[in-house]
C-alpha cells in the first residue's frame, strides 16, 4: 500500500505495470483504491481504476470510496469511477 501512496511515481507504476492485485485487503479491511482516495492521490485512483480496481467495494468505514468522496465534496474521483463502470 506504501506504493500507492508514495509521491515518487516510479514504485506505483511498476506495480500496476506488473499486474499486482489491487483489490487485495490489508488487515483492516484496506484495499489499494481506499489508501489512494484517503491521501487524496486522484491521478492513483483513477491508474487503479483502468487496471481493475474495483470500486465498489465497502471499505473499513462500510462506504465505497465513491460515496465517501461525493459526501466529501471533492468530485474529482466522479467521472474515473463513472468510467469505470462504463
Known amino acids: 500500500m506504501s506504493a500507492i501512496l508514495s509521491k515518487p511515481h516510479d514504485a ?3 506495480l500496476i505495470a ?8 490489508d488487515k483492516t479491511k484496506m484495499q489499494a ?8 492521490r486522484v491521478q492513483r485512483v483513477i ?3 483502468g487496471t481493475g480496481a474495483e470500486p465498489n467495494t465497502l471499505g473499513p468505514q462500510g462506504a ?3 460515496h465517501i468522496t461525493v459526501m466529501g465534496g471533492d468530485e ?3 467521472p474515473a469511477y ?3 463502470q462504463g
Do not use: K, Q, R
Not at 18 to 25: I, Q, R
Not at 33 to 40: E, L, N, Q, R, S
Open 76 to 78: 474529482a474521483y466522479v
Open 18 to 25: 506488473a499486474n499486482s492485485d489491487f483489490n487485495a485487503e
Open 47 to 49: 491508474a487503479l481504476l
Open 82 to 84: 463513472i468510467e469505470a
Open 64 to 66: 465505497t470510496e465513491l
Open 33 to 40: 483504491i481506499h489508501c489512494a482516495v484517503a491521501w487524496g
Open 12 to 14: 506505483a507504476e511498476l
